[in-house]
């Protein structure tokens, strides 16, 4: 198993400083999400190719891997000018990606949960059109049902993914999303059993656990806390990766404590390596 780590909360400095404390914590690899000035969310990729060379080189420099990128877009919305405006950036990502050295890119599903059929059909045209670009570059894309998407469980999404029957778009399973998945831990790693090899690690709280006004919102409250900070029940999360054999990548994705990055990544790394230990067997860092 390869744990990386998404550095997020450095998103205020150079990409290369997310790389450099990356490996200075301890990780052989990296997920590098959205950010402003590299592959925005629901944006033109606005890293130039001098750009990607030179965060390719500082990852080897640094002794990291990047191990996968993240490509965010409205490729499901039933707009068609808005959905063929994402796979045009979609296309730029899928290049960047390629530019870094990268074979796997994460992204969501996306949509409105109001409007699942149309969003179904906007998602099923975008794909079809990327999923030769895929083939084409070796990009996979591991895909993630996030709350307010339009698929928001994990039955229905790994259900999507059989449909489309591509070995280049898989589902990925993201922990603190566990409230919002539908049934246990056990169910959804489970039913997604054979098709994932990638999960996203972080506490949260049950939803009910905050307080949202006026009442009556339609919310989708989520954490991604460090691990332990949170109501997750992490014997059960690692009990149910193991009875599926899970051996793929573990990326760490804690948001919110920016001042404390460095302590948070040292911190869940160990942590990490401490409860999955069982399920790899090896150190992989």
């Known amino acids: 198993m390869k744990i990386a780590l998404d550095p997020a909360m450095l998103n205020a400095r150079p990409v290369e400083a997310g790389l ?81 050295g990268c ?78 998945l539908g049934g246990t831990v056990a169910d959804q790693v489970e039913y997604a059993r054979g098709w994932f090899d990638h999960i996203h690690i972080a506490d949260t709280y049950r939803p009910g656990r905050t307080i949202v006004n006026p009442p009556g919102l339609t919310t989708r409250v989520h954490q991604h806390f460090d691990i332990g900070h949170g109501e997750l029940d992490w014997a059960e999360i690692c009990g149910a990766l193991r009875s599926v054999g899970f051996d793929g990548i573990l990326t760490i994705q804690v948001f919110g404590w920016d001042e404390q990055a460095e302590q948070s990544f040292r911190l869940n790394r160990a942590t990490a390596e401490r409860l999955f230990a069982e399920a790899d067997g090896t150190d992989d860092r």
Request: aromatic share 8%; net charge negative.
């Open 20 to 100: 450099r404390s990356a490996a200075e914590a301890g990780y052989a690899y990296v997920e590098l999400g959205n950010r402003d000035d590299f592959i925005p969310a629901f944006k033109a990729v606005c890293a130039s190719p001098t750009d990607l060379a030179r965060i390719r080189r500082e990852a080897g420099a640094s002794g990291v891997q990047i191990a996968s990128v993240a490509v965010i877009q409205a490729w499901s919305s039933p707009d068609e000018d808005v959905r063929a405006q994402a796979v045009a950036w979609w296309r730029q990502g899928i290049a960047a990606a390629v530019e870094l």
């Open 103 to 180: 074979s796997r890119i994460n992204s969501e599903l996306s949509g409105d949960p109001n409007r699942p059929g149309e969003c179904r059909a906007a998602f099923l045209r975008s794909i079809e059109t990327l999923l030769p670009v895929l083939e084409r570059e070796g990009i996979d894309v591991v895909a993630e049902p996030h709350p307010w998407d339009f698929v928001e469980t994990t039955v229905d999404a790994v259900d999507l993914v059989r449909a489309i029957g591509s070995g280049r778009f898989r589902y990925l399973h993201c922990v603190p999303h566990t409230y919002y």
